[in-house]
């Protein structure tokens, strides 16, 4: 197909996808969002499953679907949510591919020429800095590409940005020393979440369908809920972590995606999961694009049994907009089929919070030194963040006693957690215990008891999963009266990513979220 001639109908694509984008990211940074948002353009109204349909039918070509991505991107600008841009290796990539004949097209991975973002957090692509957020990385340049990124080139996604995350993804909003602050299209003056807010955002506002986050005590979750669209986190050790460290944060952290649809989501896990050499732990794989188009099923016949669990897990309360969101999910699931008692694990919820602040203390050394040695001198104070820096100098004095006993409580939260999903398929709760929070309220410069306090609202129900090692899933559902998104947890046994997205297929279904979008 000719690229120099374009047809009324794809010329409209193009200019609709800027035109359209720029008055809308300009409007988000005035007005808070409406509920029901604006209407999307053609770009943003499909998902990464219909634009590699799209481009391997030879309806679109792969430079007409990356300019659109890059003119959303940069109407979207004010927002923030693109920390590095690879536009220029992006547009070679999407020239080669729309060169080919219909042969070659059809014989292409299943997402070749889609556009797609990493996020700028412990992922390598080879010849690009990876910043981590930090100032102490803003020039560290990426000598081999991670196993992940390997798949999704194998995949066919065409990867032309990075999206924003916090330094070093040590708290949950998306505000950097280094980049400034993301800002949350449903209103800009609340935060994304994060750690892998800029991935959301970037999700919400249309930039891409679908980009990399990963998710170390609901990074995932919390952005997908704050931004009003869908994120899984999966069971440890599902998708690849290496080469160099085939763990994040001692099992705490794993990569996955944020999507606009749950079978964008299904695909890119289908594609991506799997061990890699040097693996440890191997949780079953499934046919996640078989699960979707299946009714969601449990251990017994009649729908899933699922606990609600209300309560914070530190005794502090849920503010009413989570607990309504979360009631009417357990409503939706109900009228689904599916039964609902309220019922919670019993865990040692001071024991483990306490252990992951060793892990992720350590887990943040062990980056820090590895840089270190690649610049051949120690992080200055000026080079971190206040509360990363303290952070950094607590865990230099971690012991290895400490790291054995934090590890020991996981696993013990994780038996016990297998024992509950004997009784029970799944477990329904808030994502967060309050809603999107103001920016600054999770900022890593501010007193430490403060920041402590704004963090237990956080995460008191995400984190869990991530010391366990299961899956757990955000689904947007809900939003408030003020017009912010609220989503709701569903977590599965582990290996049970096949049920869980199954579900999220069947609430899609019932209760659509993909054309609600921030105005």
């Known amino acids: 197909m000719d690229e120099g001639h374009v047809d009324p109908g794809r010329r409209g694509f193009l200019q609709g996808a800027g035109a359209l984008g ?71 990539c999407a020239q ?35 910043t981590h957020g930090s100032v102490f990385f803003r020039d560290a340049v990426a000598d081999h590409d991670s196993t992940l990124v390997q798949r999704y080139q194998a995949a066919g996604l065409n990867i032309f940005a990075k999206f924003t995350s916090p330094e070093l993804g ?43 986050a990963s998710d170390g005590g609901g990074s995932i979750r919390i952005p997908a809920s704050h931004c009003g669209v869908f994120g899984l986190k999966p069971s440890r050790g599902l998708v690849p972590m290496g080469p160099k460290a085939l763990e994040g944060w001692m099992g705490l952290s794993v990569h996955n995606v944020i999507s606009r649809s749950v079978r964008d989501s299904a695909l890119l896990l289908q594609l991506s999961q799997g061990p890699e050499a040097g693996s440890r732990v191997l949780p079953p794989t499934h046919d996640l694009l078989a699960a979707i188009r299946r009714a969601p099923a449990g251990k017994r016949p009649g729908g899933l ?29 109900t009228r689904l089929g599916h039964h609902v008692d309220a019922a919670a694990p019993r865990l040692p919820i001071q024991e483990m919070f306490a252990g992951m602040g060793v892990m992720t203390g350590t887990g943040m ?75 600054g309220e999770l900022s890593l410069d501010q007193p430490w008891e403060r920041f402590v306090k704004a963090a237990v609202l956080a995460s008191p129900f995400t984190a869990i999963f991530n010391m366990s090692g299961h899956p757990a899933m955000s689904v947007p559902l809900h939003w408030n009266a003020a017009g912010l998104p609220i989503g709701v947890q569903f977590a599965g046994p582990f290996g049970g990513e096949a049920r869980l997205l199954a579900l999220a297929a069947q609430l899609e279904a019932a209760a659509p979220w993909r054309d609600r979008r921030p105005a």
Not at 179 to 208: D, E, K, L, Q
Request: with cysteine; glycine share 8%.
């Open 22 to 92: 720029l008055a809308a990211a300009t409007s988000a940074l005035t007005t808070p969002a409406r509920a029901a948002g604006r209407t999307a353009t053609p770009y943003e109204a499909w998902d990464a499953t219909d634009l590699a349909r799209l481009i391997r039918d030879g309806q679109l070509t792969p430079v007409e679907v990356l300019e659109s991505a890059i003119a959303r991107a940069e109407a979207s600008a004010p927002l923030n949510a693109v920390a590095l841009r690879h536009y220029e290796t992006a547009r070679e």
């Open 96 to 130: 080669a591919l729309s060169r080919a004949g219909r042969a070659e097209r059809l014989a292409r991975p299943p997402l070749a020429g889609v556009p797609f973002g990493l996020k700028d957090l412990h992922l390598s692509l080879k010849g690009t800095v990876t």
């Open 170 to 212: 040590q708290t949950g909003t998306t505000e950097s020393r280094l980049f400034g602050a993301t800002r949350n299209p449903w209103n800009p003056a609340h935060s994304t979440g994060g750690s892998s807010g800029g991935s959301a955002a970037a999700v919400a506002a249309g930039i891409v369908p679908v980009a990399h």
């Open 305 to 333: 049994r699922i606990a609600l669990m209300e309560d914070n897990p530190f005794g502090m309360g849920v503010h009413a907009d989570c607990l309504d969101a979360v009631r009417k999910a357990a409503a939706l699931c």
């Open 365 to 439: 050394l062990s980056t820090v030194q590895a840089r270190e040695k690649a610049l051949g001198r120690p992080v200055r104070e000026d080079e971190l963040e206040p509360l990363n820096w303290r952070s950094l100098q607590l865990a230099r004095g971690y012991t290895a006693e400490q790291v054995f006993a934090a590890r020991s409580v996981f696993d013990q939260a994780g038996r016990t957690l297998d024992e509950f999903f004997e009784g029970y398929d799944l477990i329904l709760s808030p994502v967060t215990a309050a809603p999107p929070p103001l920016l």
